[in-house]
């Protein structure tokens, strides 16, 4: 199975659309703490069925929506 590219909006922290492409070969996740490196993750992992809330690092499934904050509304 190859993962080719992933579009998010509205999962966790990823409010605006925001499309991730994948090439061939090595692929690394690289950026400061609370870039949402492990939201990125989390959106794969749903993608291909996770369906534990545990796993997804949540509570209830609500809280994989954007939630709002600063000036963006839920």
Same mark, same amino acid.
């Given at each position: 199975?190859?993962?080719?590219?992933?579009?998010?909006?509205?999962?966790?922290?990823? =409010?605006? !659309?925001? *499309?991730?492409?994948? #090439?061939?070969?090595?692929?690394?996740?690289?950026?400061?703490?609370?870039?949402?490196?492990?939201?990125?993750?989390? =959106?794969? !992992?749903? *993608?291909?069925?996770? #369906?534990?809330?545990?796993?997804?690092?949540?509570?209830?499934?609500?809280?994989?929506?954007?939630?709002?904050?600063?000036?963006?509304?839920?």
């Amino acid at each position: 199975m190859y993962l080719k590219r992933l579009e998010i909006q509205g999962f966790k922290t990823f =409010a605006s !659309r925001t *499309v991730f492409e994948f #090439q061939p070969g090595i692929t690394a996740v690289v950026g400061p703490n609370g870039s949402g490196k492990s939201n990125l993750a989390d =959106a794969v !992992r749903w *993608v291909l069925g996770e #369906q534990s809330m545990a796993a997804l690092r949540c509570k209830q499934a609500s809280e994989l929506l954007f939630a709002g904050g600063g000036r963006r509304p839920p």
